[in-house]
C-alpha cells in the first residue's frame, strides 16, 4: 500500500474474521515498527505477546471496569478521566453502567482476537521535558506512541488492523503483576490485532486549517 493511503485509512478496528495473524506477519510488523523515534534514541519499549487464556481474560476484566466508568463520565456529559476538569461520577456507577465494548467479552478467544500487544515503557530511559510543569506530563508519551503507532500502519499495511487501546493503564499496578514487570515499565497501550470485519477507508478527522494557524495560537489559519 502506499504511505499517504496507509496513513489516511488506519482506522480503528474493534471486531476482527476468525483468521489468524501469523506469527512472520506479526514480526515483520514489529521489525519495520522498531524504526519509529524515541527520545536518545534510547528505545525504551517492550512489547509482550499475550497468549495465555487466563491472563486476556484478567486483563480484559480491568479494560472492563474502566470501560464502564468511562461510559459513565461520558454519559454524564464529561470528558472522561480528564486532567483538567476532575470528574464528579462516583466510581460505583461504573457497576451500574451497560458494557457495550463487544471485544472484551471474548478477548481471551484468539479465534476472535488473534493478537494481543501489551506495548510498556522503560521510564528509566526516558527524559521528560515538561517534568518540572504543574501539568500532566504528556512529553513521555512521545517516546513510545511513535513505535505503537507504527504497529498499526505496519498492521494496516498487510492488510490487518487493530486499535491503539489505553484503558489497562488505569489497573496500571494490577497489570504489572499479572504481566510480571518491574514497577518502572509503564503501561502505554494495549493492541488487539486481528484481520478487520470491515475494512473502512473514510475516516472523520477535522481539516488541516482547523488546527494549524499562523504565528500565534489565535493567528490566521494555515491554508496553501
Ligand atoms: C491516546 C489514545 C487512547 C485511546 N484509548 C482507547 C481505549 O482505551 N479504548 C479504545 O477502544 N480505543 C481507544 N483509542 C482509539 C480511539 O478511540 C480512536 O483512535 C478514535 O476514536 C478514532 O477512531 P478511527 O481511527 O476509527 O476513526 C485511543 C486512541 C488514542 C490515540
Known amino acids: 500500500m502506499e504511505l499517504n493511503e496507509v496513513m489516511r485509512t488506519t482506522f480503528s478496528a474493534r471486531a476482527f474474521t476468525g483468521e489468524p495473524l501469523p506469527d512472520e506477519t506479526l514480526y515483520r510488523i514489529l521489525d519495520n515498527a522498531r524504526f519509529a523515534c ?53 466510581p460505583s456507577e461504573a457497576a451500574r453502567t451497560d458494557l457495550r465494548y463487544p471485544m472484551l467479552g471474548h478477548f481471551d478467544d484468539v479465534k476472535k482476537v488473534p493478537v494481543v500487544l501489551v506495548i ?24 513510545i506512541y ?49 484481520r478487520p470485519v470491515k475494512q473502512l477507508t473514510k475516516l472523520k478527522r477535522r481539516p488541516v486549517e482547523s488546527f494549524t494557524t499562523i504565528n500565534r495560537f489565535d493567528g490566521a489559519p494555515f491554508k496553501p
Not at 488505569?170 to 514487570?181: D, F, P
Open 120 to 143: 510498556t515503557l522503560d521510564l528509566r530511559v526516558v527524559t521528560a521535558f515538561d517534568l518540572n510543569q504543574a501539568r500532566i506530563g504528556v512529553i513521555s508519551g512521545a517516546s
Open 146 to 194: 511513535p513505535f505503537a503507532w507504527n504497529i498499526l500502519l505496519g498492521a494496516r499495511n498487510e492488510g490487518f488492523g487493530g486499535v491503539l487501546t489505553t484503558f489497562l493503564a488505569n489497573g496500571e499496578k494490577e497489570a504489572q503483576s499479572i504481566l510480571g514487570l518491574p514497577d518502572h515499565y509503564a503501561i502505554a497501550a494495549m493492541l488487539p490485532l486481528g
Open 38 to 90: 524515541s527520545g536518545a534514541n534510547l528505545q525504551g519499549w517492550r512489547v509482550i505477546v499475550v497468549r495465555e487464556q487466563e491472563i486476556r481474560r484478567q486483563i480484559a476484566s480491568i479494560c472492563a471496569d474502566t470501560f464502564r466508568y468511562y461510559r459513565a463520565q461520558e454519559i454524564a456529559g464529561e470528558v472522561p478521566f480528564n486532567p483538567i476538569t476532575p470528574t464528579e461520577v462516583d
